[in-house]
């Protein structure tokens, strides 16, 4: 599980993810506990998109690997206009597993030279939903007075950081069968179209936790 706060207009897109993996939940388990650092947003330039993935970490790695070798595209739209029952079989095929969770998919589209966003549900019945982003804010998981962490910042980058924080904060106040796990740093992914109508993409890590070295630790003793 993570952290994913996404900020969409048809000009700019920014993504906000962490960057912690934990084990998964055992009988007896008081906490949850760490396993790695890595990378919940995922970069295609060929489609001109990216796309981060909640829920298995697996699922994202999945998505990856069917989109970077098993189809030719330009864009978003072409990403969306893959029948699904084609991801359904490579799952089906390649991995034992039942693989479950949200792919936040943004990127540009050429056709309508905007910025789109689109969110594929797949449930563990096997149930696979696509649904539009809408423009505006995507808060996972929720947290009380969004529009707070905004007001009194300097810019857009140090309300996320704080948006964050808290996150990480009402995670750890949750039952731990409700906790997702928060944690490592924070990548912030931008996309942006230019002036000659090209998606720029840059990603880059805007903060660390104050537990990042501690955690780190942690995994290694495991």
């Known amino acids: 599980m993570t952290a994913i706060n996404i900020f969409l207009?048809?000009?700019?897109?920014?993504?906000?993810?962490?960057?912690l993996a934990t084990n998964p939940l055992k009988k007896g388990d008081k906490k949850l506990k760490p396993k790695l650092y890595t990378?919940?947003?995922?970069?295609?330039?060929?489609f001109k998109s990216v796309f981060a993935v909640t829920g298995s970490l697996q699922l994202g790695l999945a998505y990856f690997k069917f989109l970077s070798e098993s189809f030719i595209g330009m864009d978003v739209d072409s990403i969306k206009n893959i029948e699904l029952k084609y991801f359904k079989t490579f799952l089906k095929e390649n991995y034992n597993l039942k693989l479950f969770g949200k792919i936040y998919l943004i990127g540009f589209s050429v056709k309508e030279k905007i910025i789109k966003g689109f969110k594929l549900e797949?449930?563990?019945?096997?149930?696979?939903?696509?649904?539009?982003?809408q423009e505006g804010l995507l808060i996972k998981p929720e947290v009380e007075n969004i529009e707070t962490f905004f007001l009194t910042q300097e810019n857009i980058d140090n309300g996320f950081v704080?948006?964050?924080i808290s996150q990480k904060e009402e995670d750890h106040q949750k039952r731990i069968e409700d906790q997702v796990g928060i944690g490592g740093e924070i990548l912030k992914t931008n996309l942006i179209i230019s002036d000659i109508n090209q998606l720029l993409?840059?990603?880059?890590?805007?903060?660390?936790?104050?537990?990042?070295?501690n955690l780190g630790e942690e995994m290694l003793n495991i």
Do not use: C, H, R
Not at 122 to 133: A, S
């Open 162 to 164: 704080q948006l964050m």
């Open 201 to 213: 993409i840059e990603s880059k890590m805007i903060y660390k936790f104050d537990d990042y070295e």
């Open 9 to 19: 207009t048809k000009k700019n897109a920014i993504v906000y993810s962490d960057t």
């Open 122 to 133: 797949i449930n563990i019945d096997g149930i696979f939903v696509w649904n539009e982003i």
């Open 39 to 46: 990378n919940k947003v995922f970069v295609l330039p060929q």
